[in-house]
């Protein structure tokens, strides 16, 4: 995940959409991350759309195939459940650890 700094990202805008494409980029204000740009195309494979996205026509059934999918995986072992809080404390040390090599 790239990390750029606010100033950075409002100076070389293009780049920034650019990076964006290609991976999350987290924007930071006084070395903190505030923020945090991804495609549109990685948002659809979230939850985003639910929020701040019109729905497209076949969308629920597109999200609870890839439910489905994903709970078919975990009944078959081939990934692993975090619970929210985990989840969340390994994100922030993933961020934290990328900050620190920017």
């Known amino acids: 995940m790239k990390v750029m700094t606010a100033r950075e990202a409002k100076n070389r805008f293009g780049e920034f959409l650019d990076a964006s ?3 999350p980029v987290v924007i930071t204000r006084d070395d ?6 991804v495609s549109i195309e990685d948002a659809a494979d979230t939850l985003l759309p639910e929020f701040l ?7 629920d059934g ?3 195939e890839k439910v489905t999918a994903t709970l078919e995986r975990t009944d078959a072992g081939q990934t692993t459940l975090h619970a929210h809080d ?3 404390a390994l994100l922030r040390e993933r961020v934290a650890a990328r900050n620190r090599r920017a």
């Open 86 to 88: 985990e989840a969340m």
């Open 32 to 37: 903190r991350p505030v923020g945090i740009m």
């Open 62 to 64: 597109w999200l609870f």
């Open 21 to 23: 494409r290609r991976e």
């Open 53 to 59: 996205l019109d729905k497209t026509p076949g969308y």
